[in-house]
């Protein structure tokens, strides 16, 4: 695949300091926690929640970016159908499967089809850059997985919430992938204003055809305080954390820190009534650690073949 216009290799460093993993490591924390907050907006006029929290994560970022002095490039040619992707599978599609799955399925097993993404992304990302995957990141990958599942378990679930779930694992996995060919030229800030502000427009068609536009005030004070926590924090902040470090380390790399996400549906599930994690819960966490250092440890990135 490739686009009409020439794009910038993304620079991926042979070592990565903590500067270049914390923001991904954050990222994913705030979308592991996105799925306990979801269940809030179960019941709430689907289109109309995400659109609404999809508007306002637009306009935060294009404020920041105006405040930040960053230029946000209009896209061209292919680029269109590239973040046009991103918004489609990564925005659309994965927050209906989201919403959706929770209720057939427990938080966990949304949050552990996520963690499965580090396999995808392990494959095909280097190849979308350009090189050839790393064998050690491919090695890293199931450890990943394998923790976060220890981490979330099972999980009550129905063959609805299977689909769900494995929906959702796709459209994780597109919101990288198809990212990687317009990161070089529009960096995090132009990738996540695009995805974000298509993504809205995306949902308004649904909302208005599918759901009154009064189903605005059919939404409750805690569905709001959802798609607020949504917009600013899952949305705004973390796609601009999240992007900027698969620009730096590469998507193969940054798709093993969506481990942090089950770990972080846990604390936030544990936080929000579901007790203290046992045994199983910690030695998960101990495994995705273990596969995290091993995945991420410095060496060049295999070359292009």
């Known amino acids: 695949m490739s686009t009409s216009t020439s794009r910038p290799a993304l620079p991926v460093r042979p070592s990565f300091p903590v500067r270049d993993l914390a923001p991904g490591v954050a990222g994913m924390a705030l979308v592991g926690s996105s799925v306990t907050v979801s269940r809030s907006l179960a019941d709430a006029p689907l289109f109309t929640a995400q659109a609404v929290r999809y508007a306002a994560a637009a306009l935060i970022l294009l404020g920041l970016a105006r405040a930040a002095r960053v230029p946000v490039l209009r896209p061209r040619g292919r680029e269109w159908l590239w973040l046009a992707g991103v918004a489609a599978t990564g925005l659309v599609l994965f927050n209906v499967a989201v919403v959706r799955g929770v209720a057939h399925a427990e938080p966990a097993v949304i949050a552990v089809a996520v963690a499965s993404v580090p396999v995808l992304l392990g494959v095909v990302g280097p190849l979308l850059e350009g090189r050839r995957p790393s064998r050690r990141v491919l090695w890293a990958a199931p450890v990943v997985v394998a923790g976060a599942v220890l981490v979330e378990g099972s999980g009550r679930t129905d063959a609805a919430g299977v689909g769900w779930a494995a929906l ?16 070089g030229r529009h960096g995090a800030w132009g990738v996540s204003v695009h995805a974000v502000w298509m993504g ?106």
């Open 168 to 183: 959702a694992l796709a459209c994780e996995a597109g919101f990288t992938l198809l990212a990687v060919p317009v990161l």
């Open 200 to 305: 809205a427009v995306m949902l308004a068609g649904p909302a208005v055809f599918t759901e009154s536009p009064s189903a605005v005030a059919e939404l409750g004070a805690a569905q709001w305080a959802a798609v607020g926590y949504l917009a600013v924090l899952v949305t705004a902040v973390a796609f601009l954390l999240w992007y900027r470090t698969v620009a730096v380390v590469g998507s193969g790399r940054a798709g093993l820190l969506t481990g942090v996400a089950p770990l972080a549906a846990a604390g936030a599930g544990a936080l929000t009534g579901g007790g203290v994690p046992g045994p199983a819960v910690w030695l998960g966490l101990g495994v995705v650690v273990a596969g995290l250092a091993a995945g991420l440890r410095g060496g060049p990135e295999p070359a292009a073949s």
